[in-house]
Each structure stands twice: as structure tokens, then as C-alpha cells.
């Protein structure tokens, strides 16, 4: 069947209003209330003309051609090209801009290429909801200048090539937002230092120039997001000093100075599905900030410098949480002289110049959990000095240089709990002059060049209930075959198996002739009803059986959790720190309810 000449009419009609519509870059097709024309053929031959004598929110349509003319709007009309007209700069021109927006006008301008201004649209000081859609701006000085702008304008699905600032929103307080726009740059993307609004950044591409996007001392929750920043001298995103609870999620920067950088921050912004590569400096720096900050589900490899580094980081609790940082020239990650409680979680660590995790003289309660921490030239962790009470739980620390956790003159009471160190250049854990309360347990330690723990000079190291290496246990200052135990170090009993499935027969002591260790129990703890004292279930050196019924249940947390815990021994402590912090709470009962 033939179609029939009014379906073709249609049909035609909406092709021709689709083409209208992607060309002004989503601004509605409507009827023109007036047309400028170079030719003559339209209402006016200037589009200044037009403007100075158009009602408010009238409709102006500019035809093809090139205008010589800076055209300021100070009105909410609408002002549209379909053919890709041009305003350009010639020598007969004063102004400095190719559009100028002023007031709290709301213009909606689409489909204009702006070319050879100092300011390709300039806006400072403007308070209204205005819209540049769709525009081309070439050769400026500026490509939009908004700074000290007030109101939720927007620009996007732009093209901006600029010698100084992409876009200038310095000390904005409106929410403005940029979205689908590619800025090519010989200064700063997107300018946006001391922004008291919330801006809003979306599917932007910056190449080129000295930074990408610039948020420094920004106190909104400004975010940016769905964006690739390549190719800049600089910080891919600065937000150094800023005070808001910013985002920045799915960016991708390569070729950069630094990644992201954010000195001193105060806030708990989030970083996620970012990904940071080549990067001649660190990847992420955001040392001497405090704030409970997130960066997650990230990638950072291939830097010269850190791949995180979160020097001297204070008051917050912040998390590291499924980032992987591959290939850093120097430490994965820095934490050195942090104070807060913070974490590392199911994060891999992999090539490292220097440390994997550089935490020297911490001072935080901190946790590294569920990671991977795999060829690292000096230490896997280094954490010397450091006197909190801090956790490494079900982690692989393997093909390191030199230690795998180096621990020497801490003063915490620490763990190392169900983590696997093997193949070091040195200790698998050196816990020299250590002072506080050294728990290693429920781990595997072999086939390491020096040893398996070096407890010189300790106060006491408790490394029972692990695997040597070797099913007749640790050698060194014992009998066995397996990585050497040296210092002032308890090892039985030792798991004779990689499964950590079988003790060895010893239940205690140091070297071959010493007496065995004393049951921790032999009383019922203090504030448990029953007549029998807890009881080790497993063979693990965790006492799970709380009340002494012979069996490890959700009863055994709840009379944990009413127990009176304050006259404990330290081997009682030992055997009810279920959470590995080094002192049994409520945290310890909430521990065991979901072993």
C-alpha cells in the first residue's frame, strides 16, 4: 500500500522538527516572532537590532551568515540559530564579548559559534536561570566568564576552545550546571574556586591546559561526574581547602601532573568509579584533610608518585573501600602520621615502588581488611611507630622486598588475624620492640628469607595458632623446619597444615623444655550465669564457648555481652578479643553473634 500524501506531510513535518531540535540543541521548535537575516530578507540585518526591540520572551530566529557584532541580552527571550550562525570579532567591534547576559534575565541562546572574543559569553554578576545550548566558542581569552554569579544557569552540549579559562565560575553561589560540553584549554577547564553553590558537572571531556577542573576552597556539595580529563600540566581536579560534601564519580584522568588532588579538606565528600592513570605525580593526594571522605570502587595505576596519599589525615574516620592501586613509583598508599580511625577495605595494592601501605607513627584505631597487597619493593605495611590500636584482617601480603608488615616500636595493642604473608625479602612480621599487646593469629607465614615473626627486643608477641610454613612448626628459637620465630615470641600450639585445619600436639610454652600454657579459664566469667568457665571450641585461641555449656552459640554473645570483663588477665583478653582490637566490649559480643 502506497503511503498517503498526508502521512507524507506528517511524516516530512516531524523529520524537519526533529533536525530543528537537534540543531538548536534541545531548545522547542516554535514559531519565530522575529528574523534576522544578513540579506536583508528577514526583520532585521542586526542582531543587536533585534534584541533592543523584542518583547520579553519573544522568540528571535538568526539566519546563516557571519554577524560582526557583540550582542548584549538583557531580557528572557529566546535567541536560536538554525543555520549555525556566527558572531564573530573584527576590528570594528569595541566590545570585548560575543554575548553578555545581564541581570536576572533567563535567556535560552542555541546554536551559535562565537569566535575570536576575549569573553565568549560573559555573564559576571548575573543573577538569572540563563541557558546557552548548542554554542561553538573558538579563540577566546575566556570561554563563558559567570564568575560571581548568583543563579542556576546552564551550559551545555558545547564546544569551548580557550586560552584561559573553559569556563569561569569563580566565587559563583547559584547552582549552575555544565553537562555534555568538551573544553579544550590552554589554562583551567572549568574554573571554580570559592563557589558557595552547588554546582553540578556532568558528561564534560577537558583536554590540555595547566588543570582540569579547579574547586579549591569551594564550600557547596558540588559534583562531577561522567567526565574525562586528559592530557593537563596539572591537577586533573583540584579541591584543595573545600568544605562541602562534594562527588566526584565515574572520571577518568590520564595524562596528568596529579589525579586528584583535595590538601586539607574538611568534609566527607566521596570519590567512586574513578580512575586515575599516568599520572606524573600521586593519583589521589588529599594529606592534612580530616572528615569521614569515601573512595570507592576507583582505580589508580601507573603514577609516579603515590597512588594514594593521605599523609597526615586527622579526625576522621574516612574508607577506602574496593579501590585498586596498581604500579605507584612510590608507596601505594600513604597514610603516614594519620590520627584517624580509618580503613582499608577489599582493596588491592599491587607493584609499588616503595611501601604498599606506608603508615608510619599512625596514631588511629585503624583496620586493613579483605585486600591483596602483592609486589612491593620495601615493606607491604610499615606501620613503625605507631601507637594505636589497629587491625590487619584477611589479607594476602605476598612478593614483597623486604618485610611483610613491619611493626617496630609500636606501642598499640595490635593484630594480625587470618592473613596470609608469604614469599618476603625479610620478616614476614617484624615486631621488634614492640610494647603493646602483639597479637598474629589464625595466619600463614612461610617461605620468608629472614623470618616469620621477629619479636627482638618485645615486650611480648603472641603468635600461637598459625602456620610456619612446615608441619613441625616455626624454626628459629624452636624445633621446627618452618619460618624462624625469634625474640620474645609465644608460637604453640601452631597449626601443622595450610588449612589451618590441625594443632600441633604442644599446647604451649616457647623452645622445646619450657612448660606448657596455662587454660586462660578456670573459673566461670564474672556475670555469667552459669557454674562452668568459657572453653575454646575450635582450637582457634578464641574461647566462643562464653558459658561453658560445651557448645558455641548466639548465647554465648549474649552473656559476652552482660559479662563483667574489667578484672580480666591479659591471656583472658586474648582469648575474648573477638574483634582483634585488644580489649573485649560490646563490640567483641557483636563479633562473635556472627562468626
Same mark, same amino acid.
Given at each position: ?22 540543531v ?58 538554525? *543555520? ?22 533567563r535567556?535560552? /541562546? ?47 552540549d ?37 563557589t ?24 557547596g ?38 589525579? /586528584?588532588?583535595?590538601? *586539607? ?29 569515601? /573512595? ?48 582499608i ?14 603508615g ?12 591483596? /597487597? ?7 605495611? *610499615?606501620v ?15 612478593d ?41 593469629r ?8 629472614t ?26 628459637k ?50 555469667v ?64 553473634a556472627?562468626?
Amino acid at each position: 500500500m502506497k503511503p498517503s500524501p498526508s502521512s507524507l506531510v506528517f511524516t516530512t513535518v516531524l523529520v524537519l522538527m526533529g533536525v530543528s531540535i537537534a540543531v538548536t540543541g534541545g531548545v522547542a521548535a516554535q514559531p519565530a516572532d522575529t528574523v534576522v537575516a544578513p540579506d536583508g530578507s528577514g526583520d532585521y540585518t542586526s542582531v543587536q537590532n533585534a534584541v533592543d526591540n523584542a518583547s520579553d520572551t519573544a522568540t528571535i530566529e538568526v539566519t546563516a551568515g557571519e554577524y560582526a557584532e557583540s550582542v548584549h541580552i538583557d531580557k528572557n527571550i529566546t535567541l536560536v540559530t538554525t *543555520e549555525n550562525a556566527a558572531l564573530v570579532n573584527e576590528s570594528s567591534v569595541a566590545d570585548r564579548s560575543g554575548l553578555s547576559i545581564s541581570g536576572a534575565s533567563r535567556p535560552e /541562546i542555541a546554536g551559535f559559534r562565537l569566535v575570536d572574543w576575549q569573553l565568549g559569553v560573559e555573564s559576571e554578576f548575573s543573577t538569572g536561570e540563563w541557558t546557552v545550548r548548542n554554542v561553538t566558542i573558538r579563540n577566546s581569552d575566556r570561554g563563558v566568564q559567570a564568575a560571581y554569579s548568583s543563579g542556576a544557569w546552564e551550559v551545555a552540549d558545547s564546544t569551548i576552545e580557550a586560552n584561559n579559562f573553559g569556563i569561569d565560575m569563580l566565587e559563583a553561589d547559584g547552582n549552575p550546571t555544565v553537562k555534555n560540553t568538551r573544553i579544550d584549554v590552554s589554562g583551567t577547564g572549568i574554573n571554580a574556586p570559592s563557589t558557595s553553590g552547588n554546582p553540578a558537572i556532568t558528561d564534560v571531556t577537558v583536554t590540555n591546559g595547566t588543570k582540569g577542573v579547579a574547586f579549591r576552597e569551594a564550600t557547596g556539595d558540588w559534583t562531577l561526574q561522567s567526565a574525562v580529563i586528559s592530557d593537563i600540566d596539572g591537577a586533573g581536579i583540584t579541591a584543595d581547602d573545600t568544605t562541602g560534601q562534594w562527588t566526584v564519580a565515574s572520571v577518568h584522568l590520564k595524562n596528568v601532573a596529579s589525579g /586528584i588532588q583535595g590538601f *586539607e579538606t574538611s568534609s566527607d565528600w566521596v570519590i567512586q568509579n574513578a580512575t586515575v592513570a599516568n599520572a606524573t605525580g600521586d593519583g589521589i593526594a588529599v594529606d592534612h584533610s580530616s572528615g569521614s571522605w569515601t /573512595i570507592a570502587a576507583s582505580t589508580v595505576k601507573n603514577v609516579s608518585g603515590d597512588g594514594v596519599d593521605a599523609y597526615q589525615t586527622h579526625s576522621g574516620a574516612w574508607t577506602m573501600r574496593a579501590v585498586t592501586v596498581d604500579g605507584a613509583g612510590d608507596d601505594g598508599v600513604n597514610v603516614a602520621d594519620s590520627s584517624g580511625d580509618w580503613t582499608i577495605n577489599s582493596t588491592r595494592i599491587t607493584d609499588s615502588g616503595a611501601d604498599a601501605v606506608f603508615g608510619e607513627n599512625t596514631s588511629g584505631d585503624w583496620r586493613i581488611e579483605n585486600g591483596t /597487597i602483592q609486589a612491593a619493593a620495601d615493606m607491604g605495611i *610499615e606501620v613503625d611507630d605507631s601507637s594505636g590500636n589497629w587491625t590487619v584482617r584477611d589479607t594476602l601480603v605476598t612478593d614483597i622486598g623486604e618485610d611483610g608488615v613491619e611493626a617496630e616500636d609500636t606501642t598499640g595493642a595490635w593484630t594480625v588475624e587470618a592473613t596470609t604473608i608469604r614469599t618476603t625479602g625479610d620478616d614476614a612480621v617484624d615486631a621488634s620492640r614492640a610494647t603493646g599487646q602483639a597479637v598474629i593469629r589464625q595466619s600463614l607465614l612461610e617461605n620468608t628469607t629472614t623470618s616469620g615473626v621477629a619479636a627482638d627486643d618485645a615486650t611480648q608477641v603472641n603468635a600461637s595458632y598459625n602456620y610456619w610454613g612446615a608441619t613441625d612448626g616455626p624454626s628459629g628459637k624452636f624445633n621446627g623446619s618452618g619460618s624462624a620465630a625469634i625474640g620474645n615470641v609465644t608460637v604453640v600450639p601452631y597449626y601443622t597444615d595450610s588449612s589451618l585445619t590441625t594443632l600441633s600436639s604442644e599446647t604451649g610454652g616457647d623452645e622445646a623444655g619450657d612448660a606448657p600454657d596455662e587454660d586462660p579459664f578456670t573459673e566461670p566469667l564474672s556475670g555469667v550465669q552459669t557454674d562452668a568457665p568459657p572453653t575454646d571450641t575450635d582450637g582457634d585461641g578464641l574461647y566462643e564457648d562464653v558459658n561453658g555449656d560445651g557448645q558455641a552459640t548466639f548465647d554465648d554473645a549474649v552473656s559476652l555481652a552482660f559479662a563483667d570483663t574489667s578484672t580480666l588477665s591479659q591471656a583472658q583478653i586474648n582469648a575474648l578479643d573477638f574483634d582483634g582490637d585488644g580489649n573485649v566490649d560490646f563490640n567483641d559480643a557483636v563479633e562473635l553473634a556472627f562468626l
